[in-house]
């Protein structure tokens, strides 16, 4: 090879370079472990769905929820234990999940993810949410 320092130099710049999101990520994260959330406060002490479901698929719920009310016009939403609820991110979720700082924030900063809800959609005013 005429270029052998130049294509070693490109080789470890290209690595490096495919390494730094995994890095990056690695330590955006840190050694503390996932956020530690306060229960809500208020009489509820249980979500709609289990909190092991609701952490991982809460996205999906929420998409679902979306497209029952908009394209077909349902308004409740049956759980798998039977209770019934009122589909609705305001109506439902932030009435026990008031502090987006304390709660969506630190969970999406935490899985460095960066939810599109509110650009769109405003977050209530406290006392503000329409049943």
Do not use: Q
């Not at 956020?35 to 998409?63: F, I, N």
């Amino acid at each position: 090879m005429y270029n052998k320092p130049l294509i070693l130099t490109i080789i470890i710049v290209v690595l490096a370079g495919l390494a730094a999101p995994f890095i990056y990520a690695r330590m955006g994260t840190g050694a503390a472990g996932p956020p530690r959330l306060a229960p809500p406060p208020g009489g509820e002490k249980r979500c709609v769905e289990s909190k092991e479901y609701m952490r991982e698929h809460h996205v999906d719920l929420l998409m679902r929820w979306r497209d029952s009310r908009v394209r077909e016009g349902a308004l409740k939403y049956v759980a798998s234990d039977g209770r019934g609820y009122v589909m609705g991110l305001t109506t439902t979720c932030i009435g026990c999940h008031s502090n987006k700082a304390d709660f969506c924030d630190r969970c999406h900063d935490y899985a460095l993810v960066h939810p599109r809800c509110w650009d769109c959609h405003t977050f209530p005013e406290k006392g503000d949410t329409a049943k």
